[in-house]
């Protein structure tokens, strides 16, 4: 069975604080995604990432950054939180051909 | 407009009742057809996974894929209150380069009720 984790199920930061989100998978998947879920919205891809250190912009990169170092780990980085962040951050991870897995999520306030 | 449109619903249904949901896209490109179930606050699971047009039954669950109409389907057969959540249909490219972006639809809020 595939597992992604996500680090943190629950997080409340302050505006203008960094924030790093993990991700982690267990199952040697070259692809890893970054998305967040607001209501009337659906998901949006903020970054993905094909390989270590290889990383590609999605549709709302703007105020987010990645980082991919092992293959297994992948973060989103707030560079400086603000409260049109306030969200849910989903992280999934597919191998090519397959169909994407989704981690359980990780619902961030920012205050 | 969007790539791909779904109605949100909410869809409420009694339990025991044949549930359809439907997806539109636009884009000819796609190839690969999923449908995810998401229970509040959890992740999206996959349900089905379908390659080109055709039927895909697994269980209580069908998923049917007309590209010519550029539409797709899940049908639930005897509804029960635990099929009560959001269901997203997702569709990619079979294209090498697009490292499997999904792209999604806004998703369904279905309720099963006793």
């Known amino acids: 069975d595939v597992k992604v984790t996500q680090s943190s199920r629950y ?5 203008g604080e960094k924030v790093f989100l ?9 692809n890893m995604f970054w998305y967040r879920q607001d209501p009337g919205l659906g998901l949006r891809l903020i970054y993905f990432s094909y390989d270590v250190k290889m990383k590609e912009k999605g ?13 297994e780990r992948f973060s989103l980085i707030l560079e400086s939180a603000s ?23 990780t619902r961030l306030s920012i205050l | 407009q969007k790539e791909v449109e779904q109605d949100p619903g909410p869809l409420s249904v009694p339990e025991g009742a044949i549930v359809s949901l439907n997806c539109t896209y636009s884009n000819s490109a796609f190839q690969y057809f999923m449908w995810y179930r998401q229970y509040s606050r959890k992740g999206p699971e996959l349900l089905m996974y379908t390659y080109s047009s055709g039927n895909k039954e697994d269980g209580r669950f069908t998923a ?5 109409s550029k539409y797709i389907s899940l049908f639930i057969r005897d509804s029960q209150p635990s099929d009560s959540a ?4 997702a569709m990619r490219n079979a294209g090498g380069t697009s490292y499997g972006k999904l792209t999604f639809g806004q998703g369904t809020i279905l309720t099963v009720h006793p």
């Open chain 1, 11 to 15: 997080l409340v930061k302050r505006t």
């Open chain 1, 22 to 30: 993990e991700c982690v998978q267990d199952m040697d998947h070259e």
């Open chain 2, 86 to 89: 959001t269901y997203l249909c």
């Open chain 1, 59 to 71: 549709d709302i990169p703007e105020g987010y950054s990645v980082s991919r170092e092992k293959k």
């Open chain 1, 83 to 105: 409260t049109n962040q306030t969200s849910m951050y989903l992280c999934a991870s597919t191998k090519r051909g397959q169909p994407q897995h989704f981690g359980d999520g």
């Open chain 2, 64 to 68: 049917q894929v007309d590209k010519s």
